[in-house]
């Protein structure tokens, strides 16, 4: 029997920091409206992780 195989990341660390870039723009587009809350906790969650 052989072992699974590990998977891969599906983001590098480039990719988190573009991601965070991206969602800061859009962060800042949608700051007076409800789900800004949402993107802000994604923002920050991004920067965690990259």
Known sequence: MTEPQRSRAVFSTED???LREAVGTHLAKVKDQPESTK????????????
């Open 39 to 50: 993107y802000a906790n994604l923002y920050h969650r991004l920067g965690r992780v990259g």
């Open 16 to 18: 988190f920091r573009l």
